[in-house]
């Protein structure tokens, strides 16, 4: 038996006999036997503890990360500068043991924390409620389409091609197993194509889902496309970077039903892909559909401030087939970095995050067209991220970034057609002139 199980034979067969099967095998006799690996595993000879440690160290030490690579790599997780004091603070114990408020009258510290940030979130998106959060920005965005066919009734989500590939195939998925109908919006020059989502809007149409700035780095024009998703009485639905709006125009101000998005940048390290969190908010008429928990502040018997869980729409706490969402957790840990960079950079910090991200962006972007090799695919502005188009292999061209420590633009000819030579290429406050004179430098010789 392994080491870690401490089943002995005795309760394996026991186990076995009350499920009258004889066999481990028998238990697994449903999966197809083409599926099964019928083979001893190709392991070595045992190694002992000391020698486990080393030589997963060295497997390990194949791995390049950006503390030795210069990061031009975005597409959705950015390496943004997380400040000092959100490390120690967020490794205290009391807050990296906390589960979940079950129990909210003796959880105050977790609650006022999430009281926090929703306020933050509120603050940053300018709407009017926000939820605990929840997985991921994909999820979110899934919750919120979830949210627009239960308030309308109707049962079409449309989705912009220009909205992240990964949020996308993450929509689809769920919105499959709900029957709920998915048109994508083709793009016109880098933006969404207006001319095809009027033609798509119709009475079944649910809601929206525009990304702002879109997965190419370009900013959404929203005046006409808010007066044509409302007019239709659909909700619109905008998944945003959190640091772009320290610069730009805001959810609330721009009309937004729903804000959704991936708290990663917001002081939460790239930790190879997760975990990060998603952060909804809405307006106040949209407040009974959240799904998750809203913490609010009140006062106890003493008169003293207190906090408790004001909406617990999840299936945890009520009838499963009444839940709003089957998602338990709101990632606390992670909204709880949120909160501790939100306060850390303040919105003087935040609004200086934004604006050094759109200089130096378009620097680069000027650098290296200047080259001659490259230009911008698209004639539109941006914010942090630019599409460079050339000659060359994207995958080849990568490879050859690598060999100079550089991280390169992301390959969109895996997700867009007709774009197998152009990259994404992203630039944070994080980059120097340095560092992108010598990306300009080494594409001009590639």
């Given at each position: 038996?392994?080491?870690?199980?401490?089943?002995?034979?005795?309760d394996?067969?026991?186990m076995?006999?009350s499920m009258?099967?004889?066999?481990?095998?028998d238990?697994f006799?449903?999966?197809?036997k083409?599926?099964?690996?019928?083979?001893e595993l190709?392991?070595?000879?045992?190694?002992s503890?000391?020698?486990?440690?080393?030589?997963f160290?060295?497997?390990?030490?194949?791995?390049k990360?950006?503390d030795?690579?210069t990061?031009?790599?975005g597409?959705g997780a950015?390496?943004?500068?997380i400040?000092?004091?959100?490390?120690?603070l967020a490794?205290?114990?009391e807050f990296y043991?906390?589960?979940?408020?079950?129990?909210p009258e003796?959880?105050?510290?977790t609650?006022q924390a999430?009281?926090?940030?929703?306020t933050m979130?509120?603050?940053?998106?300018?709407m009017?409620?926000?939820?605990a959060?929840v997985?991921?920005?994909?999820?979110a965005?899934?919750?919120a389409a979830?949210?627009?066919?239960?308030?309308?009734?109707?049962?079409?989500?449309?989705?912009?091609?220009?909205?992240?590939?990964e949020v996308?195939?993450?929509?689809?998925?769920?919105?499959r197993?709900?029957k709920?109908?998915?048109k994508?919006?083709?793009?016109?020059?880098g933006v969404?194509?207006?001319?095809?989502?009027?033609a798509?809007i119709?009475k079944?149409t649910a809601?929206?889902i525009l990304?702002?700035p879109?997965f190419?780095g370009?900013?959404?024009?929203?005046?006409?496309i808010?007066k044509?998703?409302?007019?239709?009485?659909s909700?619109?639905i905008s998944y945003?970077?959190?640091?772009?709006?320290g610069?730009?125009k805001?959810p609330g101000?721009?009309?937004v039903d729903?804000?959704?998005g991936?708290?990663q940048?917001?002081?939460?390290?790239?930790?190879?892909?997760g975990?990060y969190?998603g952060?909804?908010?809405?307006?106040s008429k949209?407040?009974?559909?959240m799904p998750?928990?809203?913490?609010?502040q009140?006062?106890?018997?003493?008169?003293?401030r207190a906090?408790?869980l004001?909406?617990q729409?999840?299936?945890?706490?009520?009838r499963?087939?009444?839940?709003t969402?089957?998602?338990?957790?709101?990632?606390a840990?992670n909204?709880?970095?949120a909160?501790?960079?939100?306060?850390?950079?303040?919105k003087?910090?935040?609004?200086?995050v934004?604006?050094?991200?759109?200089q130096k962006?378009h620097?680069?972007?000027?650098?290296?067209?200047?080259?001659?090799?490259?230009?911008?695919?698209f004639n539109?502005?941006?914010?942090?991220?630019?599409?460079l188009?050339?000659d060359?292999d994207v995958?080849?061209?990568?490879k050859?970034?690598?060999k100079h420590?550089?991280?390169g633009?992301?390959?969109?000819?895996k997700?867009?057609?007709?774009?197998d030579?152009?990259?994404?290429?992203c630039?944070?406050e994080?980059?120097?002139?340095k560092?992108?004179d010598?990306?300009s430098s080494?594409?001009e010789v590639?």
């Amino acid at each position: 038996m392994h080491r870690y199980i401490p089943n002995t034979e005795a309760d394996s067969k026991y186990m076995l006999q009350s499920m009258d099967l004889e066999s481990i095998d028998d238990l697994f006799s449903v999966i197809p036997k083409e599926l099964i690996f019928n083979r001893e595993l190709n392991f070595d000879d045992a190694m002992s503890e000391i020698e486990i440690k080393k030589h997963f160290a060295e497997i390990g030490g194949n791995n390049k990360s950006i503390d030795e690579l210069t990061c031009f790599l975005g597409a959705g997780a950015y390496d943004h500068y997380i400040p000092s004091i959100i490390r120690h603070l967020a490794k205290r114990s009391e807050f990296y043991t906390a589960y979940t408020p079950y129990q909210p009258e003796i959880s105050q510290g977790t609650l006022q924390a999430i009281f926090e940030y929703q306020t933050m979130i509120c603050n940053l998106t300018n709407m009017d409620v926000s939820n605990a959060s929840v997985y991921d920005g994909a999820t979110a965005s899934v919750e919120a389409a979830l949210m627009a066919v239960d308030n309308t009734r109707r049962n079409t989500i449309l989705v912009s091609k220009t909205l992240s590939p990964e949020v996308r195939k993450v929509i689809k998925t769920y919105m499959r197993f709900r029957k709920i109908n998915v048109k994508e919006i083709e793009m016109a020059e880098g933006v969404i194509d207006i001319d095809e989502l009027k033609a798509s809007i119709d009475k079944d149409t649910a809601a929206l889902i525009l990304q702002n700035p879109n997965f190419f780095g370009i900013i959404e024009e929203f005046e006409e496309i808010e007066k044509l998703i409302h007019s239709n009485k659909s909700l619109l639905i905008s998944y945003v970077d959190p640091i772009s709006l320290g610069l730009l125009k805001t959810p609330g101000e721009l009309g937004v039903d729903i804000a959704v998005g991936d708290g990663q940048s917001l002081g939460n390290s790239l930790n190879y892909g997760g975990a990060y969190l998603g952060f909804m908010a809405a307006n106040s008429k949209l407040v009974r559909k959240m799904p998750g928990r809203i913490v609010g502040q009140s006062v106890d018997a003493e008169g003293k401030r207190a906090f408790v869980l004001t909406l617990q729409a999840r299936e945890q706490h009520i009838r499963r087939y009444k839940a709003t969402s089957n998602i338990c957790s709101n990632q606390a840990l992670n909204a709880l970095i949120a909160s501790i960079y939100m306060v850390t950079m303040g919105k003087r910090g935040i609004k200086e995050v934004a604006l050094q991200c759109a200089q130096k962006s378009h620097y680069a972007a000027n650098k290296i067209m200047e080259t001659g090799k490259y230009k911008l695919a698209f004639n539109k502005p941006f914010f942090k991220e630019f599409v460079l188009t050339g000659d060359s292999d994207v995958s080849d061209l990568n490879k050859e970034l690598l060999k100079h420590s550089i991280l390169g633009g992301y390959d969109l000819g895996k997700d867009y057609d007709n774009m197998d030579k152009s990259f994404l290429v992203c630039v944070t406050e994080k980059r120097t002139k340095k560092e992108i004179d010598k990306l300009s430098s080494v594409l001009e010789v590639l």
